[in-house]
T-cell receptor, first 113, second 115 residues
């Protein structure tokens, strides 16, 4: 069955370092993959979308990679700040795979001073 | 413009009662989704509306759950005879119709507590 895996353990890093979050998927061939940020008590907020023919996508301090061979996406935050602390969700998206966008369970990131 | 608006933000109800949760999507967004998020869990898809097409109800957990979308805009999620396991945050999202390439815009959810 289709599965999306994100690290369930929180990732703690020091301010200024690069945070790297992993999203692995199995039995999927997504055409797109989206990343969202969720703060406590709030709905998820869209960050980046990457297509299967794109290896890498950047937006300010954020970078996403998409390796369709490894079936993995990496989400990087460079020069991390305490304000980056949140839960980050990935959502691989199939074409013609139905109308639902399926999310991973998310990884909680804590950036410490 | 305004984002996705959900009401109420919190709802406490007794087991066995019916509840209605409301979602006002972003104007012009023809796609509307309902998700459920239990404490510490991921988002569970419930139902999807796209324009005038028949909704995708494949995620509704039981026949106690139903949703409608009137006039292609506001949506109501109804849970009949609520059970304690229905306690969760119910999130609504809207997007432009090209689902794969259009990001979802979420509301802040309705926190439902069934006592």
């Amino acid at each position: 069955s289709q599965k999306i895996e994100q690290n369930s353990e929180a990732l703690n890093i020091q301010e200024g370092k690069t945070a790297t979050l992993t999203c692995n998927y199995t039995n999927y061939s997504p055409a797109y993959l989206q990343w969202y940020r969720q703060d406590p008590g709030r709905g998820p907020v869209f960050l980046l979308l990457i297509r299967e023919n794109e290896k890498e996508k950047r937006k300010e301090r954020l970078k996403v990679t998409f390796d369709t061979t490894l079936k993995q996406s990496l989400f990087h935050i460079t020069a991390s700040q305490p304000a980056d602390s949140a839960t980050y969700l990935c959502a691989p998206q199939l074409t013609g795979g139905g109308n639902k966008l399926t999310f991973g369970t998310g990884t909680q990131l804590k950036v410490e001073l | 413009g305004a984002g996705v608006s959900q009401s109420p933000s919190n709802k406490v109800t007794e087991k066995g009662k019916d509840v209605e949760l409301r979602c006002d999507p972003i104007s012009g967004h023809t796609a509307l989704y309902w998700y459920r998020q239990s404490l510490g869990q991921g988002l569970e898809f419930l139902i999807y509306f796209q324009g005038n097409s028949a909704p995708d109800k494949s995620g509704l957990p039981s026949d106690r759950f139903s949703a409608e979308r009137t006039g292609g805009s506001v949506s109501t999620l109804t849970i009949q005879r609520t059970q304690q396991e229905d306690s969760a945050v119910y999130l609504c999202a809207s997007s432009l119709p090209d689902r794969g390439r259009s990001p979802l815009h979420f509301g802040n959810g309705t926190r439902l507590t069934v006592t």
